[in-house]
């Protein structure tokens, strides 16, 4: 399974403003606030977001969001900041990695110079006819954290991480937030 990179180019405000580079065809940019970034979001896919001073998080998925229980083709992102956690964000990313991907092979992201600024790691695993991706992302600098999870039913999985890896690979991470 490829892997997308998280992209640590430009400014972040370029992400936030009409300087970003266009969509590419069948996908809109959908902003981010808390991260000050956008995300590429494909055409027809719903979004839900829900925002307290603690945590920011956004679901988009594929088609409607009428039936919540419904196994659908969706990627979920929070933005978690330094009050919403009892420990440092760096040491609460890697417990939590290591509990959710225990026994699971370790799909590393970032690059060298990504790795300075920002620590993290994620994996992939099945889960009762779903496939999933979950990255989590922590910045020592702003002890902040942000998770993304990518998850799609099992058979609908080879068509659909190319648009998880390239919705997760849009990301921009400003390293002062």
């Known amino acids: 399974m490829p892997v997308a990179a998280l992209h640590n ?25 808390e991260m000050k970034t956008s995300l590429l979001v494909p055409d027809g896919w719903s979004v839900r977001s829900a925002h307290d001073e603690r945590v920011a998080s956004y679901y988009f998925a594929r088609g409607s969001l ?17 009050s919403s956690h009892e420990h440092d964000a760096s040491e609460y990313a890697m417990e939590f990695l290591a509990s959710v991907c225990q026994g699971r092979e370790l799909v590393n992201i970032f690059d060298e110079q990504q790795m300075s600024l920002f620590i993290g790691n994620g994996c992939f695993a099945r889960d009762e006819g779903t496939v999933l991706y979950m990255l989590m992302i922590a910045n020592p600098k702003t002890d902040s ?16 991480w190319p648009v998880g890896e390239k919705m997760i690979g849009s990301v921009v991470l400003d390293p002062a937030l």
Do not use: C, K, N
């Not at 009428?66 to 330094?82: G, H, K, Y």
């Not at 998770?147 to 659909?160: I, K, N, R, V």
């Open 9 to 33: 180019l430009g400014t972040q405000s370029q992400y936030m403003s009409h300087d970003r580079p266009s969509a590419p065809a069948g996908y809109y940019w959908h902003p981010v606030p």
């Open 66 to 82: 009428e039936v919540p229980t419904e196994r659908r083709v969706a990627l979920s992102v929070l933005a978690i900041t330094q």
């Open 145 to 160: 954290l942000y998770q993304f999870l990518f998850s799609a039913p099992d058979a609908e999985w080879d068509g659909a």
